[in-house]
């Protein structure tokens, strides 16, 4: 066996004996520095080593052929109808959707951009409007014209007033005109307005009466606007109710449709057990206000493309001299939603991270059509740049940040509210850096040894110098 003093022999730390060491003041000075010194840099080294660090890098977007991406927004226009507001989308691969609704939601909304109501409801309405074909046979004036001093006062005479507000110079009103006239003369001799007092079918000149058009809410020509006497009296909001007649503008379809209006007046009076039998696609009500809120999300593919807000119709005319694109952004961002735990999560590894997510919120451009700013169409060029955040073990979020240039343009055609988009190629990749344990361990190792050597190196130099000191003393004494 070995023995025990052949074993001790390997002893790199031999002890001296206590009584063979001295303590001085110095020592003890410096005993405590190095103590507080080996706390303060473990402390460090600590928050070091639970701190996150991450890498920054630009590679390639590899995102598959068929993803879409996201586009969430929230955007209240003050004076675009929801009756005409149209969501479209396109992009350079020749995608063209028109007048989305599946996604989006639309709420009439006040000056102040206060809803008036609940959801609009659009509805379906006919690609083709069927109208009378067009001939130059004579058909007379047949409705009552209405102005801002008549109005009212018909409104509440007759238990039903379908009024055409129209345009002179608008194609689709002079489409209607004949067949409108032809039918308020049926209307007219088979409910005769001074005896039978039911309805009344009348027409307003928006270009002659502008004010009682902008108080109805009239942005596109002809609109055909149902009044109720009783309904339309209520006021909720500050806001009249009335609705809109969507269907056909033949004359049969019309004198259909005015008859239906009538039945179940005629019905009610006789006490009839039978409800009304008037057809909901065609009649809808009108909106609230003469502002919208739209939203929603659409999707789209990952190429430069265009998301347009704009009044549409197939078969109403605009004065684009008054059309108003103003708006203001509640929200407008692409990708998806980030739940707030996951974003917490992320700021905590990145705090910077999210400061151009929806870098558009709370913004407004205003145009007001004047003389000399007519036609103005609002464009945003957004340039979409992906980030990836990373762990050490799964992707924690993926996010699209933007940034944002916007303009007031004149056009020549209707103007619109214009998102232009542009997706970077490129991707921010960011990876968080984990730090293994064994090289906090090696650092904290290095610490306590490193500064007792440097201790024990400052401790040696001072008690040679003290002895040398007393040693000069001494000498000059003798």
Same mark, same amino acid.
């Given at each position: 066996?070995?023995?025990?003093?052949?074993?001790?022999?390997?002893?790199?730390?031999?002890?001296?004996?206590?009584?063979?060491?001295?303590?001085?003041? %110095?020592?003890?000075?410096?005993?405590?520095?190095?103590?507080?010194?080996?706390?303060?840099?473990?402390?460090?080294?600590?928050?070091?080593?639970?701190?996150?660090?991450?890498?920054?890098?630009?590679?390639?977007?590899?995102?598959?052929? /068929?993803?879409?991406?996201?586009? +969430?927004?929230?955007?209240?226009?003050?004076?675009?109808?929801?009756?005409?507001?149209?969501?479209?989308?396109?992009?350079?691969?020749?995608?063209?959707?028109?007048?989305?609704?599946?996604?989006?939601?639309?709420?009439?909304?006040?000056?102040?951009?206060?809803?008036? !109501?609940?959801? &609009?409801?659009?509805?379906?309405?006919?690609?083709?409007?069927?109208?009378?074909?067009?001939?130059?046979?004579?058909?007379?004036?047949?409705?009552?014209?209405?102005?801002?001093?008549?109005?009212?006062?018909?409104?509440?005479?007759? +238990?039903?007033?379908?009024?055409?507000?129209?345009?002179?110079?608008?194609?689709?009103?002079?489409?209607?005109?004949? %067949?409108?006239?032809?039918?308020?003369?049926?209307?007219?001799?088979?409910?005769?307005?001074?005896?039978?007092?039911?309805?009344?079918?009348?027409?307003?000149?928006?270009?002659?009466?502008?004010?009682?058009?902008?108080?109805?809410?009239? @942005?596109?020509?002809?609109?055909?606007?149902?009044?109720?006497?009783?309904?339309?009296?209520?006021?909720?909001?500050?806001?009249?109710?009335?609705?809109?007649?969507? *269907?056909?503008?033949?004359?049969?379809?019309?004198?259909?449709?005015?008859?239906?209006?009538?039945?179940?007046?005629?019905? @009610?009076?006789?006490?009839?057990?039978?409800?009304?039998?008037?057809?909901?696609?065609?009649?809808?009500?009108?909106?609230?206000?003469?502002?919208?809120?739209?939203? *929603?999300?659409?999707?789209?593919?990952?190429?430069? !493309?265009?998301?347009?807000?704009?009044?549409?119709?197939?078969?109403?005319? &605009?004065?684009?001299?008054?059309?108003?694109? %103003?708006?203001?952004?509640?929200?407008?961002? &692409?990708?998806?939603?980030?739940?707030?735990?996951?974003?917490?999560?992320?700021?905590?590894?990145?705090?910077?991270?999210?400061?151009?997510?929806?870098?558009?919120? /709370?913004?407004?451009?205003? %145009?007001?059509?004047?003389?000399?700013?007519?036609?103005?169409?609002?464009?945003?060029?957004?340039?979409?740049?992906?980030?990836?955040?990373?762990?050490?073990?799964?992707?924690?979020?993926?996010?699209?940040?933007?940034?944002?240039?916007?303009?007031?343009?004149?056009?020549?055609?209707?103007?619109?509210?214009?998102?232009?988009?542009?997706?970077?190629?490129?991707?921010?990749?960011?990876?968080?850096?984990?730090?293994?344990?064994?090289?906090?361990?090696?650092?904290?190792?290095?610490?306590? *040894? *490193?500064?007792?050597?440097?201790?024990?190196?400052?401790?040696?130099?001072?008690?040679?110098?003290?002895?040398?000191?007393?040693?000069?003393?001494? !000498?000059?004494?003798?």
């Amino acid at each position: 066996m070995v023995s025990t003093s052949k074993i001790k022999s390997v002893d790199f730390y031999r002890k001296i004996p206590r009584d063979l060491t001295e303590a001085s003041l %110095s020592g003890a000075g410096l005993s405590i520095i190095a103590a507080f010194s080996i706390i303060f840099l473990f402390g460090m080294e600590l928050n070091d080593y639970l701190k996150v660090t991450t890498s920054t890098s630009v590679v390639i977007d590899k995102s598959s052929d /068929g993803d879409l991406l996201r586009i +969430d927004f929230n955007i209240s226009f003050p004076a675009l109808s929801c009756e005409f507001a149209s969501i479209d989308v396109s992009d350079v691969l020749g995608t063209n959707r028109l007048n989305i609704t599946k996604t989006v939601r639309k709420y009439s909304i006040d000056p102040n951009l206060n809803p008036t !109501g609940l959801e &609009f409801q659009s509805g379906p309405t006919a690609n083709t409007i069927k109208h009378d074909e067009e001939s130059d046979e004579e058909y007379g004036e047949g409705s009552a014209v209405l102005s801002g001093k008549n109005f009212d006062r018909i409104t509440h005479q007759y +238990d039903i007033l379908v009024v055409n507000f129209f345009a002179p110079w608008c194609y689709w009103s002079n489409r209607l005109k004949p %067949s409108w006239e032809r039918a308020a003369k049926i209307i007219r001799e088979r409910y005769d307005p001074e005896v039978d007092g039911r309805i009344l079918m009348a027409k307003v000149d928006c270009t002659e009466e502008t004010e009682l058009c902008r108080s109805k809410h009239i @942005q596109g020509y002809p609109s055909i606007r149902i009044f109720r006497r009783g309904s339309d009296v209520r006021v909720e909001h500050g806001h009249h109710d009335h609705e809109s007649y969507y *269907g056909d503008r033949d004359t049969d379809s019309l004198v259909k449709a005015m008859e239906d209006l009538v039945a179940p007046i005629y019905l @009610q009076s006789q006490r009839a057990l039978d409800g009304p039998s008037t057809e909901n696609d065609v009649k809808r009500p009108a909106p609230l206000a003469g502002g919208c809120r739209i939203e *929603g999300f659409v999707r789209v593919k990952k190429v430069p !493309g265009n998301l347009i807000i704009s009044a549409r119709s197939a078969s109403h005319s &605009f004065d684009v001299t008054k059309m108003n694109m %103003s708006h203001f952004i509640s929200h407008f961002s &692409f990708g998806k939603k980030i739940s707030p735990r996951v974003m917490s999560d992320v700021k905590r590894v990145l705090p910077y991270l999210g400061a151009s997510h929806d870098c558009l919120t /709370g913004l407004s451009y205003i %145009s007001n059509p004047t003389d000399s700013n007519e036609n103005v169409t609002i464009e945003h060029y957004l340039q979409v740049v992906k980030t990836e955040v990373m762990t050490s073990s799964y992707k924690l979020v993926e996010e699209h940040e933007y940034t944002a240039h916007s303009s007031l343009i004149h056009s020549v055609d209707i103007p619109v509210a214009k998102f232009h988009f542009e997706l970077s190629p490129m991707q921010v990749l960011i990876t968080e850096d984990s730090k293994s344990f064994s090289h906090f361990i090696t650092n904290v190792c290095a610490i306590i *040894g *490193g500064i007792f050597t440097v201790a024990g190196i400052v401790d040696s130099l001072l008690h040679t110098t003290f002895r040398l000191m007393k040693k000069v003393e001494l !000498g000059k004494n003798y």
